[in-house]
């Protein structure tokens, strides 16, 4: 299918991509061949090359002002705010899409949280941000990324909805939040989350890499456990653990510890490492990793009652005495250097996302509608996509830790 085959204010788009990378129109025809309706695949097609080259911010308006014509920004409000196509199918098709060409290692958990001003914005809420050590007003999201060394791109998303949101009738109204939007806490919609994405989607099961020190961790990893699908954990230091490693030297199975004390305990079995760090002089650190056998409290097992077996894995920096990262993962066969591989997948996507925020649009959806702040994530996830094919946005070479060899 060539850019000319386009009827209509698609046409307009004529040389979006460069030729010698691919078009993306075929890509596009297939990503929405689940919307019923010629014309909202046509509109589909408009909205996501708008977010390609629109500048500056990509509102509706500022799409509809570089496509011209008349009555462009009413058509683009309309399929984005009230149209009925389904976005789950355009983002499983996106998912399928992505799987062989990053080619993705693992399923990346990212919290997002994009500051807005007034209380209209579905979600929008003030909260305090640790990282900002303020109060901000804001959106707050959960991304799932597809990953891998190669590059990483957002396949599904969901807004975390405050009980002032979902317990105002008149809120959920005016923002036509669905009755099936219920309060849950953060670890039981990422757990829900993830689950959905790799088993109802019928996905390769991929492990799932998250930072769980703001989470209930033992929610997260006995609903995940349950799904088979694996967990890679960044926990933090204070975490209670249950020894049950029988080689860790000085210490008794069944041993109640922190998990900063665990690897404190296992430095002198721990092998060197090289992770990434973009904070790091040289964008990396160098250490060594210790990994023990420990249990979770609360961690339901394989049988009713039994407790389940975790790796806790730490990188500890050289000349320090505290680790740098904690890692607690339920995935036994591979080695630690490679699990850590995937643990710096985590990493991939946080410093991914500000260059894929801006190219496509993330955080300019402005809406007060929770249906239209869904489409519009699920196009700008789209759009990055096409951008990825066409090496508009080309991944960039990462290196990953590495095992001494």
Known sequence: ?????????????????????????????????????????????????????????????????????????????????????????????????????????????????????????VG????FVPG?????????????????????GPVDWELRLPRGWLDDRSRRR??????????????????????????????????????????HLG????????????VLARVDGSLPLTIADPSLTGHRASALMTAAEAVRAAKGASCPARWRDPGAPQGSRAGQLASVVVRSPGVAGIRPGEPRTLTLMGLVERGRPEPDQLWLTDIRAAHPASLLRLCTLLERVESDYPATARSVGIEDYAGRSFCGWHRHMTLASVAHAVSLSSGRLLPRPVSLAQGAG
């Not at 509809?64 to 058509?75: C, E, K, P, V």
């Not at 929008?124 to 909260?127: D, L, S, Y």
């Not at 900002?132 to 990483?152: D, K, P, T």
């Not at 929610?219 to 694996?230: D, E, G, K, N």
């Open 219 to 230: 929610t997260v990893l006995r609903r995940l456990v349950r799904a088979r699908i694996p």
């Open 174 to 215: 005016r923002a036509s939040i669905p009755d099936t939007v219920v309060p849950e806490t953060y670890a039981e919609q990422v757990a829900r989350q993830c689950g959905a994405v790799v088993r109802e989607w019928g996905l390769p099961v991929r492990p799932v890499v998250l930072d769980a020190r703001e989470m």
């Open 1 to 121: 299918m060539d850019e000319r085959e386009i009827p209509g204010p698609a046409s307009r788009f004529t040389g979006v991509m460069p030729h010698q990378s691919g078009p993306p129109l075929d890509l596009l025809e297939s990503l929405f061949s689940s919307l019923p309706r010629a014309d909202q695949r046509r509109t589909g097609v408009e909205y996501v090359l708008g977010l390609l080259r629109t500048p500056g911010r990509k509102s509706a308006r500022n799409i509809a002002n570089l496509i011209g014509g008349r009555g462009a920004d009413q058509s683009l409000h309309h399929f984005v705010n009230q149209s009925t196509w389904a976005w789950q199918p355009v983002r499983r098709a996106l998912a399928e899409y992505l799987l062989p060409r990053i080619p993705v290692e693992a399923w990346v958990v990212r919290r997002t949280l994009v500051e807005k001003v007034g209380e209209h914005s």
């Open 124 to 127: 929008v809420h003030r909260t």
């Open 132 to 152: 900002a050590g303020r109060v901000l007003n804001a959106q707050q999201a959960v991304g799932v990324w597809a990953a891998s060394c190669e590059g990483s």
